[in-house]
């Protein structure tokens, strides 16, 4: 089975930072890759960023130039460093581990809030 525990989440005032981070553990190898999806109330699930397995990085329009997410592989580790945060940045953030579209695992989410 795999594991994801995710840390970090939080309550930070706009134009603040925050980092991320999602461990994974169990039967991981061959993953294509691992990243962050967030989900705000009333809307469907998004990318917010993901590295696979090239290390080839995809990020949402929405977060490019704010967002950074990095890779520890002797941890299994992923990171979402979170700069200059808007109200709209106010979602659950998930992270997943993808095996090239067989299967995916989710963690159980972190509160990020964005509020003055």
């Known amino acids: 089975q795999v594991q994801l525990v995710e840390s970090g989440g939080g309550l930070v005032q706009p134009g603040g930072s925050l980092r991320l981070s999602c461990a994974a553990s169990g039967s991981i190898s061959g993953f294509y890759a691992m990243g962050w999806y967030r989900q705000a109330p009333g809307k469907q699930r998004e990318l917010v960023a993901r590295v696979n397995i090239g290390a080839n990085i995809n990020y949402a329009d929405s977060v490019k130039g704010r967002f950074t997410i990095s890779r520890d592989n002797a941890k299994n580790t992923v990171y979402l460093q979170m700069n200059s945060l808007k109200f709209e940045d106010t979602a659950v953030y998930y992270c997943?581990?993808?095996?090239?579209?067989?299967?995916?695992?989710w963690g159980q989410g972190t509160q990020v809030t964005v509020s003055s």
């Open positions: 997943n581990l993808d095996f090239f579209g067989l299967q995916n695992y």
